[in-house]
C-alpha cells in the first residue's frame, strides 16, 4: 500500500527510453507526456508529496486531483513491475 509519505524507485530490469514527449517502458508500457513528467521524477529519494509538489507548481493542477492521478498511475506502474516501493523509506 502507497502513500503520500512512500518513495518509489524505477526497476533497472525495465528499461525506458523517450520517444517525442512520451516514455516507453519495456516491454510495452507508454506514458503520455504528462505521466512521463511524473516518472521522470521517481528517483528513489523524493516522496509521493514531492512528486506531487512538483507537479502542481508545472501543471494547472491542485493537489489533490494531481495525488488522486498520480497515485493511479504509480498504482499501475507498480503492478507492472515498471517501479517499486523503496524499501527502508
Same mark, same amino acid.
Given at each position: 500500500?502507497? %502513500?503520500?509519505? =512512500?518513495?518509489?524507485? /524505477?526497476?533497472?530490469? @525495465?528499461? +525506458?527510453?523517450?520517444?517525442?514527449? +512520451?516514455?516507453?517502458?519495456?516491454? $510495452?508500457? =507508454?506514458?503520455?507526456?504528462?505521466?512521463?513528467?511524473?516518472? %521522470? !521524477?521517481?528517483? $528513489? /529519494?523524493? +516522496? &509521493? !508529496?514531492?512528486?506531487?509538489? /512538483?507537479?502542481?507548481?508545472?501543471?494547472?493542477?491542485?493537489?489533490? =486531483?494531481? *495525488?488522486?492521478?498520480? @497515485?493511479?498511475?504509480?498504482?499501475? *506502474? &507498480?503492478? !507492472?513491475?515498471?517501479? /517499486?516501493?523503496?524499501?527502508?523509506?
Amino acid at each position: 500500500m502507497i %502513500n503520500e509519505s =512512500t518513495v518509489l524507485s /524505477k526497476n533497472p530490469e @525495465m528499461p +525506458s527510453r523517450k520517444y517525442l514527449k +512520451s516514455i516507453i517502458i519495456e516491454p $510495452g508500457i =507508454t506514458l503520455n507526456e504528462m505521466a512521463s513528467d511524473i516518472y %521522470n !521524477h521517481i528517483d $528513489g /529519494k523524493v +516522496s &509521493i !508529496h514531492d512528486i506531487c509538489s /512538483k507537479i502542481v507548481n508545472e501543471y494547472d493542477v491542485d493537489y489533490q =486531483t494531481c *495525488l488522486e492521478d498520480c @497515485m493511479e498511475l504509480f498504482e499501475l *506502474l &507498480i503492478d !507492472h513491475e515498471a517501479i /517499486k516501493v523503496k524499501q527502508g523509506a
